[in-house]
């Protein structure tokens, strides 16, 4: 959530960043209204005790004929601080639950628009002629199949569409990423986490997560859990309630998890082979940095994704992603998309975003600075989305055999392999 101060101070900045979200306008001025009543209310509940506390002082000190009277008022105050108080209690929840409605304020540099208005930054890598090498590229699925890696077919036979398995060389693959991934983010000082995949709402809420994005979440009514669309949320609720020592940060951490997304509203959409499914492996980058560190730690987190895929040999861009797509704790968000070469495109492949205090006031985590407590900044990017991952690597490094080239970083990770040749023809 933001800043209720920064929002009294300058609603107008406020409603600019509604607007270029496109959303609700209206709820910045309903949220104002209501964050003075809550205000205004609190003064007369203040005011009541005070005088209800002035009150029971005099009654032990009145003579019978005046505490008569006393007494009559006070029973009167009581009263009206009864309502008062229900009338503070409303007005805050009201106010809370409108500002949890509210996103996050976007970074003045994000260009403005829709998921098409996204801004490229850079391009990197060499995009293939296969026309030139003398043979049609194959989609990632009949490589998959060659290979013996991927079985959608079973996977919808057992969990239905959009599940698939990893089979021989596709699981080897799968680990040899994450293994990798994780080597990288060590190496530059993550700490290695296994987070859980099943959180309670208030982790979910904390993290923005059940406001645009609830449709795309699974929920176990019976249990009142949430079952994750990425490890960013246990990330995010691990310090959940805590204050840290400003000495301590920044604070880095590289999570694993399975992670579902029921994909709502894709209908029709990437429906062959495992670049849209509901359920998939993701190593995440999670960092806790002071909010004048944000930026800077943002440009990090992107460094380290273009490592990563440029450590896989992929051609890929890097886009500033336009203010309607971004989500709502989000400020700044950086794509970076592979050349999918059956495809014709680019597709995201890993996300950075910033998402300065938003997620820390709902999670209450905060920073302590000498006598100075406040909330701090949280940032997340991916690292390695295996399945999207591999759809990249088998189209881009395939040869005209169908057997595939592995990137040198990968190499350790699969026993010295160079190539994953085909085990069916």
């Not at 406020?14 to 205004?40: I, P």
């Not at 969990?159 to 990893?166: A, H, I, T, V």
């Amino acid at each position: 959530m933001i800043d209720l101060r920064l929002l009294r101070e300058d609603p107008d900045r406020v409603r600019a960043s509604q607007r270029a979200r496109g959303e609700d306008v209206a709820l910045v001025d309903s949220l104002l209204s209501a964050d003075e009543r809550r205000r205004s209310s609190g003064v007369r509940f203040d005011e009541l005790r005070a005088e209800q506390r002035t009150l029971g002082k005099l009654i032990p000190k009145a003579s019978p004929d005046e505490k008569a009277e006393l007494l009559k008022k006070a029973g009167q105050l009581a009263a009206d601080v009864k309502v008062a108080d229900a009338e503070r209690d409303a007005a805050d929840t009201e106010t809370r639950e409108l500002l949890l409605q509210l996103g996050n304020l976007v970074h003045p540099d994000v260009p403005v628009g829709g998921e098409e208005d996204f801004v490229t930054l850079e391009t990197h890598g060499d995009i293939r002629d296969f026309g030139a090498e003398g043979f049609e590229p194959k989609d990632h699925l009949e490589l998959g199949q060659l290979l013996g890696a991927i079985d959608v077919e079973r996977g919808a036979k057992v969990s239905g569409s959009r599940f698939y398995f990893l089979t021989g060389i596709g699981a080897l693959l799968e680990l040899a990423l994450v293994n990798a991934a994780i080597a990288q983010a060590t190496a530059a000082g993550f700490t290695p986490m296994l987070t859980p995949a099943l959180v309670r709402p208030q982790s979910m809420a904390g993290t923005g997560f059940l406001g645009q994005a609830a449709q795309d979440v699974y929920h176990l009514e019976k249990d009142d859990l949430y079952l994750v669309g990425t490890s960013e949320v246990a990330l995010a609720a691990y310090h959940m309630d805590e204050i840290i020592d400003a000495d301590r940060l920044p604070l880095r951490y590289a999570g694993f998890s399975p992670c579902f997304r029921r994909e709502a509203g894709s209908h029709g959409k990437d429906t062959k082979g495992i670049f849209r499914v509901h359920q998939f492996d993701k190593v995440e980058m999670f960092t806790y940095v002071t909010p004048e560190d944000s930026q800077a730690e943002h440009q990090r987190l992107l460094e380290w994704e273009k490592q990563w895929l440029t450590s896989l040999e992929l051609p890929f861009r890097v886009i500033d992603v336009a203010t309607g797509d971004l989500g709502s704790s989000a400020a700044r968000k950086f794509d970076c998309e592979a050349w999918i070469p059956t495809q014709g495109k680019y597709r995201e492949l890993t996300s950075t975003s910033d998402c300065t205090e938003y997620q820390s006031r709902r999670l209450s985590i905060r920073v302590r600075e000498g006598k100075q407590v406040r909330p701090l900044a949280t940032l997340n990017g991916t690292l390695c989305a295996v399945p999207r991952t591999i759809v990249a690597i088998l189209e881009n490094h395939q040869q005209a055999d169908g057997s595939v080239r592995v990137p040198e970083v990968l190499r350790p990770y699969l026993g010295g392999r160079e190539v994953l040749e085909p085990v069916a023809k």
